[in-house]
């Protein structure tokens, strides 16, 4: 256990539904993130929110939309999907996002998406 | 363009063995380098190296970072097959903190 976890642990969505994965952070940590697991390719950042003010977005389709409403909870909104989105959402966080914290990111345990 | 580097992708040893797994990395503003284990699902952290010629050891794990040829090894000594997992390096850039992770290395490790 990390301290980080995530709902739902899998999903399986047609490409006209809309739904919503959840991260929640119990470390008193500062800053979140989502990042995208596809196979064989490197792990992707998507989404940095830091005192949740959204810092860096990495050219994302619109598809994706984050949301934090508190330092405690993220969440990415997923509407009218493609199949080639079907991957391992990681959610993490850190201390900070740069300065003074460390820089060690602790991530839940993924969102396995499978978009039909 | 940032890149991280990680070889071999792959890497089949039996249990006793001692691997070394590398990143090398080309990042503007480099800030630390991180080394994670996957097995199933979330990378679990192992070792934060900021500063060159400084070994970090945990168990039969250690780690060195080389600042001036850009590039940190993993040892795993006395290989086990609970540490058959991707491992992954990843790089911080500067004061934006953004991860750059490398591919992973895919180690298994048979009995």
């Known amino acids: 256990e990390t301290g980080v976890t995530q709902t739902p642990r899998h999903l399986v969505m047609g490409m006209t539904n809309k739904k919503s994965l959840k991260c929640e952070q119990h470390l008193g940590h500062n800053a979140m993130y989502w990042y995208k697991q596809s196979a064989k390719k490197p792990l992707e950042l998507m989404f940095v929110y830091s005192l949740e003010e959204r810092v860096e977005n990495n050219s994302v389709p619109s598809r994706f939309s984050p949301e934090c409403p508190n330092s405690s909870h993220l969440f990415l909104h997923l509407h009218t999907l493609q199949p080639e989105d079907s991957a391992l959402y990681l959610c993490a966080s850190s201390q900070d996002r740069a300065g003074g914290g460390t820089d060690t990111q602790y991530f839940g345990p993924g969102t396995r998406l499978t978009v039909l | 363009e940032d890149k991280v580097v990680q070889s071999p992708l792959s890497l089949v040893v039996h249990e006793g063995d001692t691997v070394t797994l590398n990143c090398s990395y080309e990042?503007?503003?480099?800030?630390?380098l991180l080394w994670y284990k996957q097995e199933k699902k979330a990378p679990t952290f192992l070792f934060m190296l900021t500063s060159s010629g400084i070994e970090k050891k945990s168990g039969r794990l250690s780690s060195i970072l080389d600042k001036k040829e850009l590039f940190s090894i993993l040892n795993i000594t006395a290989t086990q097959t609970g540490d058959s997992a991707v491992y992954l390096c990843?790089?911080?850039?500067?004061?934006?903190?953004?991860?750059?992770f490398g591919q992973g290395t895919t180690l298994q490790v048979k009995p």
């Open positions: 990042v503007t503003n480099f800030r630390s």
């Open positions: 990843a790089v911080v850039r500067g004061n934006t903190g953004k991860l750059i």
